[in-house]
């Protein structure tokens, strides 16, 4: 009873096999970037940065960054931004000096180097371009707070 069944298994092996590649070859294949390849692939806008300062939405925002980021690194042992905003370097670099608030620890005491909690910029700040809105906002900011 069993070689039968074994040897029908083996027999249907083939047919099984030109079937997959009929499917395989009908499937059409899309490239990754959505056109053909010898197509040109357009882009979305890209947004470059607006100088000048731009307006905050409401008084607790921290501002946006004026000037391009890529090329400032920030980990564990360097922070690039510090060069030019911490209060040692402000001045000679003729940037804004970090407010404070980035020298309070979590109680309250205030130190000479920037505080962990304030160490990595872009975790609040983000460098303003002029974009639309990704999802649509009718935010309004207190007139109390
Ligand atoms: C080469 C010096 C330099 C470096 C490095 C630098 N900045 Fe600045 N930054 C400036 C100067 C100068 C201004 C003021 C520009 C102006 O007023 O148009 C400024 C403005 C800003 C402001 C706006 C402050 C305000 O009151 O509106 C923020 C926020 C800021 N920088 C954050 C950063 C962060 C975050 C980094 C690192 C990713 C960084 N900067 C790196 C020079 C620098
Ligand atoms: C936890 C959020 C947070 C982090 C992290 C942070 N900031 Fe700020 N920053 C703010 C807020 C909020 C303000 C505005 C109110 C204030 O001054 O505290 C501000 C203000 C500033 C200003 C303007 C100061 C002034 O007096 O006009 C500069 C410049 C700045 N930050 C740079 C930096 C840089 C550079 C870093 C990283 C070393 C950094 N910030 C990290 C939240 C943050």
């Known amino acids: 009873m069993k070689k039968p069944i074994k040897t029908g298994v083996i027999a249907l092996i083939p047919t099984l096999l030109i079937c997959g590649i009929a499917l395989a070859q009908s499937a059409t294949v899309n490239t990754l970037r959505g056109v053909d390849v010898n197509d040109p692939a357009i882009l979305d806008d890209v947004h470059r940065n607006v100088e000048g300062r731009m307006q905050r939405n409401y ?32 001045g000679e670099r003729n940037a804004p000096t970090l ?28 460098p303003q371009a002029d974009a639309p809105a990704l999802v649509e906002n009718e935010f309004q900011p207190s007139a109390n707070n």
């Not at 890529?70 to 922070?79: A, G, H, K, V």
């Not at 404070?100 to 990595?120: C, K, P, S, V, W």
Request: proline share 5%; aromatic share 8%; net charge negative.
């Open 59 to 90: 008084r607790q925002q921290p501002p946006l960054i004026p000037h391009k980021i890529e090329q400032y690194q920030i980990d564990l042992r360097t922070n690039q931004c510090l060069s030019c905003h911490d209060w040692t370097k402000a």
């Open 99 to 126: 407010s404070m608030t980035h020298y309070l620890d979590r109680d309250g005491n205030e130190l000479d180097q920037i505080a962990g909690t304030r160490y990595f910029c872009n975790q609040c700040h983000v």
